[in-house]
T-cell receptor, first 109, second 113 residues
């Protein structure tokens, strides 16, 4: 299985702080993607990083990918209350996404 | 911004009944998917669909499940004889090409009683 697994499972920080979530996977991939899910809602695509990329930015998001360690991290800078959600990494290696368990992020005002 | 639309948002059905979950993917997308998420658990792949046929399916997607793209816009998931363990949130997704980001719908919450 090429499943991504997130760490930590839950993270609670103060508004304005940075949040870092990590993801590990097992097999070779074409790309790795991060999604956000607000409670009971659909998944929203945040960012995609290809296997030949090491770092990517999008607004307050920074994603890194280390294919030698089969790991990725998602950094959210200057967190806001609206960032409270679950964050999932998903690996794409065979025309389907395989999701990890997710990190539940809570931003405290 | 284009959206993937799923209907109904919530469906309650009796065990053994057939259900059809409906999705309208983004019009210029070529790849279509169904995923499900049992409450509190991870998002699980069910099936991918490209060029009017199933390209991959998971072990979950057994003979009780089928997908169809009947009219070039709708994409449906049918569960022939629902079981209690089919209770979950079902998400439809589409992508414009292989190895691209997916756009997910808001989901259908299926409750089997």
């Amino acid at each position: 299985s090429q499943q991504g697994e997130e760490d930590p499972q839950a993270l609670s920080i103060q508004e304005g702080e940075n949040a870092t979530m990590n993801c590990s996977y097992k097999t070779s991939i074409n790309n790795l993607q991060w999604y956000r899910q607000n409670s009971g809602r659909g998944l929203v695509h945040l960012i995609l990083i290809r296997s030949n990329e090491r770092e990517k930015h999008s607004g307050r998001l920074r994603v890194t990918l280390d294919t030698s360690k089969k790991s990725s991290s998602l950094l959210i800078t200057a967190s806001r209350a609206a960032d409270t959600a679950s964050y999932f990494c998903a690996t794409d290696g065979a025309q389907k996404l395989v999701f990890g368990q997710g990190t539940r992020l809570t931003i405290n005002p | 911004e284009p959206e993937v639309t799923q209907t109904p948002s919530h469906q309650v059905t009796q065990m053994g009944q057939e259900v059809i979950l409906r999705c309208v993917p983004i019009s210029n997308h070529l790849y279509f998917y169904w995923y499900r998420q049992i409450l509190g658990q991870k998002v699980e792949f069910l099936v991918s669909f490209y060029n009017n046929e199933i390209s991959e399916k998971s072990e979950i997607f057994d003979d009780q499940f089928s997908v169809e793209r009947p009219d070039g816009s709708n994409f449906t998931l049918k569960i022939r004889s629902t079981k209690l363990e089919d209770s979950a949130m079902y998400f439809c997704a589409s992508s414009p090409r292989a190895f691209a980001g997916y756009t997910f719908g808001s989901g259908t919450r299926l409750t089997v009683v």
